[in-house]
């Protein structure tokens, strides 16, 4: 079996690696989205979940949205979207989020949400409607959805996806022997079991994985296996970071080169399109993601 190298967080004294640095967001085109953004009170999860891309992405002119409050009913390890439980649910937000994704005049929108464990339909009404006006108000504009788990609610998944877009993503975030530290609120299996629906529903399904929270090799390939069989088309692998002290910590620092040997065994096993590297996250690219 291929070795390829591994750096430990002990090694480094947790500095991260040099290819993990990024430049501060700047720029007219940022500034432009910034502005959009709270003129309309929208919520990102590119700030939300402090997303290294932030300064590339918006400088870009894109943005994924992140709709149904900026507070989550989950309380995974990983994550630095505040949890409890949420405030508000506002049945105005899809009209503004379509308008501002309109005057963006962006050509692919990555749509996300918090998780609504609290409300029946898991928050699935205010994804349809999201979706479907921002198509009525920007008829070009491609879509992604990237839902989370509606814990077998299958009433609302298919709410959620029916709505016209063109990719919908589900993660998986890490694998399955992780997932009691990681994401104690999930189900491996009922996740998978999610992307199948999807997948036979007639959806192009993607899903994300993050990497250095002390999985193994052949860990990340049984987890490929098994999204090949369920129907999953495109896997994004990136690497985890520590987003407070109040978080899981990073177990090691996956090298580039092998984030390169992940995509070529993720495409060997059948996967459509993989998208890895230390800075790729679950949005990142998404625009190559609609027609692979």
């Not at 996956?254 to 495409?267: N, Q, S, T």
Request: charge should be neutral.
């Amino acid at each position: 079996m291929i070795e390829l190298p591994v750096i430990s967080e002990e090694s480094t004294r947790r500095k991260k690696p040099n290819w993990l640095r990024v430049k501060l967001p700047v720029g007219k085109e940022y500034a432009k989205v910034r502005k959009l953004v709270d003129q309309h009170k929208l919520h990102t999860i590119c700030e939300s979940g402090n997303c290294p891309n932030m300064g590339e992405c918006w400088g870009a002119g894109t943005a994924t949205f992140m709709i149904l409050g900026n507070v989550c009913t989950r309380s995974c390890s990983f994550c630095a979207v505040a949890t409890g439980r949420p405030p508000e649910y506002d049945e105005d937000e899809p009209r503004r989020v379509a308008e501002a994704i309109k005057l963006m005049g962006v050509k692919h929108a990555v749509i996300t949400s918090v998780n609504r464990d609290e409300r029946k339909d898991r928050g699935a009404e205010i994804w349809y409607q999201t979706v479907v006006q921002t198509k009525e108000l920007s008829p070009e504009t491609t879509i992604e959805t990237l839902i989370p788990d509606v814990k077998a609610n299958w009433d609302a998944l298919y709410r959620m996806i029916s709505a016209g877009q063109e990719v919908v993503s589900h993660n998986m975030e890490t694998v399955e022997s992780l997932y009691r530290r990681v994401r104690p609120q999930a189900k491996y299996n009922r996740s998978l079991e999610q992307i199948k629906l999807t997948k036979e529903y007639g959806k192009r399904t993607k899903t994300g994985i993050m990497l250095g929270l002390g999985e193994t090799k052949d860990e990340v390939y049984k987890a490929m296996d098994d999204l090949v069989a369920h129907g999953c088309d495109i896997l994004t692998l990136g690497q985890y970071l520590q987003p407070t002290k109040m978080h899981i910590e990073v177990a090691e620092f996956i090298h580039p080169d092998l984030f390169d040997h992940y995509r070529e065994e993720g495409l060997k096993r059948g996967l459509k399109y993989v998208e890895s590297g230390p800075l790729v996250r679950s949005s990142y690219h998404a625009e190559r993601h609609v027609n692979v």
